[in-house]
């Protein structure tokens, strides 16, 4: 069974950073892509990128570039998204999804308040 | 971007009835398009991909259609499991966008 189990919710700073984990289970990461994906509750989904496990490539949508750095650790099974410089308008739940086909994680909350 | 327009935006219904949720791109997507369903406090659920193929496990009362710019995913029989936000995703086209979502509730 796939399963994506995705990092706690975040309370973090303005200004700050945060790293959000996605670790997964049941299928072959290393040769998998995994989309980002960030929903403001209440509202719709927007895409942030993907990333190939076999060897680190990355697409970005334009809106997130130098906000988000998509990586992973195939030796864990596990996909990471960093945020920077946190502000108010990336307050969010952010969810990773295997591609294509998915399932989704449970998504991670992260909170950016002083 | 490609922007993916919903409609309607809600829509109430009644258990057992046909409903239909329409998806329009502001350009040509192919079949580029996948059906979503989420419910409240729960991650998206992929129920259609590539505009009319249903997800491993989804009810055949799910049905997508649609190429190019105008996409349809079609409920036959309604059941309450079903009261859920929908989206349109398309992925013909970077970045992938999703649509405002339409929002099924019970009359």
């Known amino acids: 069974q796939v399963k994506l189990q995705q990092s706690g919710a975040e309370l973090v700073k303005p200004g700050a950073s945060v790293k959000l984990s996605c670790k997964t289970s049941?299928?072959?990461?290393?040769?998998?892509?995994m989309s980002w994906f960030k929903q403001i509750p209440g509202q719709s989904i927007e895409w942030i990128g993907m990333i190939y496990a076999g060897d680190g490539g990355t697409g970005y949508n334009q809106k997130f570039k130098g906000k988000a750095t998509l990586t992973v650790d195939t030796s864990s099974s596990t996909a990471y998204m960093d945020l920077s410089s946190l502000t108010t308008e990336d307050s969010a739940v952010y969810f990773c999804?295997?591609?294509?086909?998915?399932?989704w994680g449970q998504g991670t909350l992260v909170t950016v308040s002083s | 971007e490609t922007v993916m327009t919903q409609s309607p935006t809600s829509m109430s219904t009644s258990i057992g009835e046909r409903v239909t949720l329409n998806c329009k791109a502001s350009?040509?997507?192919?079949?580029?398009v996948d059906w979503y369903q989420q419910t409240p406090g729960q991650s998206p659920k992929l129920l259609i991909y590539?505009?009319?193929n249903r997800h491993t496990g989804v009810p055949d009362r799910f049905t997508g259609s649609g190429f190019g710019r105008d996409f349809t995913l079609t409920i036959s029989n309604m059941e309450a499991e079903d009261l859920a936000v929908y989206y349109c995703l398309q992925y013909g086209s970077i970045p992938w966008t999703f649509g405002g979502g339409t929002k099924l509730e019970l009359k």
């Open positions: 590539g505009a009319s």
């Open positions: 350009q040509s997507v192919g079949i580029n």
């Open positions: 049941g299928y072959t990461f290393s040769t998998s892509y």
């Open positions: 999804a295997r591609t294509p086909g998915g399932p």
